[in-house]
C-alpha cells in the first residue's frame, strides 16, 4: 500500500482517517480516527486532529494546536501556534457534553493568529485575520481584521492579509496583489 502523505514516526495515525496527498504530519501528533485532511496540508509538530474534524487542502495547523470534533476548516486556513478551539459552551469535568459539541467553521483562506481563542458555534468569515492571542465570541465577516479580548474589529485585509484602505466611492487596493475591493455596509468583496 502506497502512503500519499508523510508522517514522522512519532506521530500517531488511527485508523479510518482519511488525509490527502502530499499532506505532511510532524512530530508527536494524533490524528483520531474518523477526521478528513485534504492535501498538501501541514500538521505541526504537538497536533491533536479529533474524529469528524475536517481540514480542506493546503490547511497549514502550526505546533500545539487541538483541532476538536466540530471543527471544519475549508482550503488554505492558517492556525497559529498554540491557537485554541473550543467545542463546548459550559464544559464541566463531572457532565458528559459530547451530545451539546457546537461546530465551529474557519472558511476558506482565513488566518487566526498565534494564541488566539476561539468559543465554539462562530463562523471566521473568508480570508479574515484573527490577530494573536484575540478571543473570538461572535462571527468574524469575511476580510475582517479582529484582535483584542473580546475581539472587534479593526479593518479590512485583502487576500494576501494586507490592510485595506478605502477611497470615497469605497475602493480599496491590495499593495502586494493590486487586486481591487469594494466595502459597503453589507462588508467587503473582491472585484
Known amino acids: 500500500m502506497i502512503i500519499p502523505y508523510t508522517a514522522h514516526p512519532s506521530a500517531v495515525i488511527d485508523d479510518n482517517c482519511e488525509i490527502g496527498e502530499g499532506t505532511k504530519i510532524w512530530h508527536f501528533s494524533h490524528i483520531m480516527s474518523g477526521c478528513k485532511i485534504g492535501k498538501a496540508c501541514n500538521i505541526g509538530q504537538n497536533v491533536v486532529i479529533s474524529p469528524e474534524v475536517v481540514l480542506g487542502n493546503n490547511v497549514k495547523v502550526q505546533n500545539n494546536v487541538s483541532v476538536y470534533t466540530g471543527v471544519i476548516c475549508e482550503d488554505d486556513v492558517f492556525l497559529g501556534p498554540s491557537m485554541v478551539f473550543t467545542n463546548v459552551i459550559n464544559p464541566r469535568s463531572a457532565i458528559i457534553r459530547k451530545n451539546e459539541y457546537r461546530q465551529t467553521v ?86
Open 106 to 191: 474557519v472558511h476558506k483562506g482565513a488566518s487566526i493568529g498565534a494564541n488566539a481563542t476561539i468559543i465554539c458555534g462562530n463562523e471566521i468569515g473568508k480570508y479574515s485575520m484573527v490577530g494573536a492571542g484575540a478571543v473570538i465570541t461572535k462571527e468574524v465577516p469575511a476580510y475582517a481584521l479582529v484582535y483584542g479580548n473580546p475581539a472587534i474589529q479593526k479593518g479590512w485585509v485583502s487576500e494576501y492579509g494586507h490592510k485595506l484602505t478605502f477611497d470615497d466611492d469605497g475602493i480599496g487596493f491590495c499593495p502586494e496583489s493590486g487586486e481591487k475591493y469594494f466595502l459597503s455596509h453589507q462588508g467587503v468583496i473582491k472585484l
